[in-house]
C-alpha cells in the first residue's frame, strides 16, 4: 500500500531533500505550504520533484488551514519542518517566530489527535535549545538553555511534541539535529553566505565579504544525510528524541578557510569582521553526540565538512558564472 506523507515546510531545505527521499520510497508525498507574493518552490525544482508533490495551502500559524491539510492528506507520516528558521531574525519578529516555530506545532499535534491518531509524527527539533552549552558535546539528556527567541521557541515545539506522545500516546518524535548544510541552504546562514560570496569574489562580482563571530564554533553535516534520519525515527516502533549530529565542531574562520582555498583564494584578505552580524546573545560553541541515532537508529553521517563545503562551493561556482 502506498504511503502518505506530509510535509510542512517542504519549499525549505530540508523539506527539498525529505520529499526527494519520500518519494524515491514510493510515499505520495503532500506539502503544506504558505501564501508567498513570489515563487518559493525553486528547491524543488532543483530536486526535481516539483511535478510529484500534492500542495495544500496553509500557514502553522493558522490552525484551520494546518488541521484542513492533516484530514485531505490522510498522512501515515507528517514531518513538522516548518518554521522561521534563522536565528537572527528571531530577535527582530520575536512573536512571528514564537507562533509558527512554538504554537504551530501544537496546531499540528492537535489537528492529529483529533483527526489522525494513528499518524506518526515528526517535530524539527534544533541544538539551538542547548544554546549556552551545559556539556561539552551535547545528547539527549544535556538540559537546555536556549539563547535567541528561535531557541526559546523551538523549546517549545520539542516538549509539546513529548507532552503529546506521553499525555495522547502519539508515535510523535524529535529530532534534535545540529546544523545541517547543503547547495539548497538559504543564502542568509554563514555557511552559504561564505560559499556564495568566495564564488563572488573569484569571479570579480564581489570584493569582500563581511562576517560577524568567525570564532564561533558549529557541528556542521549534509542535510542529505539528516532527512534520512528523520525518516528511520519514523520507522521505529516506538516514538523517541535522538540527537542528530557529525560530533565534530568547526570554526566559522575555519570554514571559511575551506571554502576560500577551494577555489585558490586566501580568506584572510577578503573576511572582515562587522558588528553588525554579532548577536544579542550567542551560541558559541555547539558539539552532537550522535550515539543514540547510531545505536537505535543504524544512522551515521556520510558527508565530512570538506566535502560538504567543497559541494557547495562547486554549485556556487556554477550558478554565480551563469548570472
Ligand atoms: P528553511 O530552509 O528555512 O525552511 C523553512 C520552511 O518553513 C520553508 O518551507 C518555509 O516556507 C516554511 N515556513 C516558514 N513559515 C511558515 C509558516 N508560517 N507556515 C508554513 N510554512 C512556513 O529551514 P530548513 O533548514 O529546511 O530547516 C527545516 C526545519 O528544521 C526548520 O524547522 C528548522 O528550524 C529546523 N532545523 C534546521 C536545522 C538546519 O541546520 N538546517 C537544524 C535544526 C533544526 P517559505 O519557503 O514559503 O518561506
Ligand atoms: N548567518 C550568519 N551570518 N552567521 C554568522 C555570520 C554572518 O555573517 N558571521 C558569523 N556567524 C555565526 C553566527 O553568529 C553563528 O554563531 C554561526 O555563524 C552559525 O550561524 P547560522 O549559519 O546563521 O546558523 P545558526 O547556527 O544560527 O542556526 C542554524 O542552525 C540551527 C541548528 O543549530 C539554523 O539552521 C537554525 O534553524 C538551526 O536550528
Known amino acids: 500500500m502506498t504511503k502518505s506523507a506530509l ?27 504558505a501564501r508567498r507574493s513570489s515563487d518559493s518552490r525553486w528547491r524543488l525544482r532543483e530536486m526535481g520533484v516539483e511535478a510529484d508533490i500534492v500542495y495544500l495551502d496553509g500557514d502553522m500559524a493558522d490552525a484551520c488551514s494546518v488541521q484542513r491539510a492533516v484530514i485531505q492528506s490522510a498522512p501515515d507520516e507528517v514531518y513538522n519542518l516548518a518554521a522561521q528558521s534563522f536565528v537572527a531574525a528571531s530577535w527582530n519578529q520575536p512573536v512571528t517566530t514564537g507562533i509558527v516555530d512554538g504554537l504551530g506545532v501544537t496546531h499540528l499535534l492537535e489537528a492529529i489527535r483529533q483527526f489522525s491518531p494513528h499518524t506518526r509524527f515528526y517535530q524539527a527539533s534544533t541544538s539551538e535549545m542547548f544554546g549556552l552549552i551545559q556539556a561539552e558535546q551535547q545528547d539527549e539528556n544535556t538540559p537546555f538553555y536556549p539563547r535567541s527567541p528561535y531557541g526559546v521557541a523551538k523549546l517549545y515545539g520539542h516538549w509539546i511534541t513529548v507532552n503529546y506522545r506521553e499525555s495522547f500516546n502519539l508515535h510523535a518524535s524529535s529530532g534534535i539535529l545540529f546544523n545541517h548544510e547543503s547547495p539548497l541552504r538559504g543564502i542568509e546562514f554563514v555557511t552559504r553566505k561564505v560559499t556564495d560570496a568566495a564564488a563572488r569574489i ?83 560553541v555547539l558539539l552532537g553526540n550522535p550515539a543514540k541515532a547510531q545505536r537505535v537508529l543504524g544512522w551515521k553521517p556520510k558527508t565530512d565538512l570538506d566535502t560538504l563545503i567543497r559541494m557547495m562551493m562547486d554549485a556556487d561556482m556554477k550558478r554565480v558564472a551563469k548570472e
Request: proline share 3%; net charge negative.
Open 202 to 284: 573569484k569571479q570579480g562580482k564581489q570584493q569582500e565579504l563581511a562576517l560577524g563571530n568567525i570564532d564561533a564554533k558549529r557541528d556542521w553535516g549534509f542535510a542529505g544525510d539528516y532527512v534520512e534520519a528523520m525518516w528511520l525515527m519514523l520507522q521505529q516502533d516506538k516514538p523517541d528524541d535522538f540527537v542528530v549530529a557529525t560530533g565534530v565542531t568547526t570554526t566559522v574562520r575555519e570554514m571559511c578557510r575551506i571554502a576560500f582555498d577551494h577555489v585558490g583564494l586566501n580568506y584572510r584578505d577578503y573576511v572582515k569582521i562587522d558588528p553588525a552580524f554579532f548577536r544579542p546573545a550567542e551560541v558559541e
Open 7 to 33: 510535509i510542512t515546510g517542504i519549499t525549505g531545505q530540508d523539506g527539498a531533500y525529505l520529499a526527494r527521499l519520500l518519494l524515491d520510497k514510493g510515499y505520495k508525498v503532500h506539502g503544506l505550504v
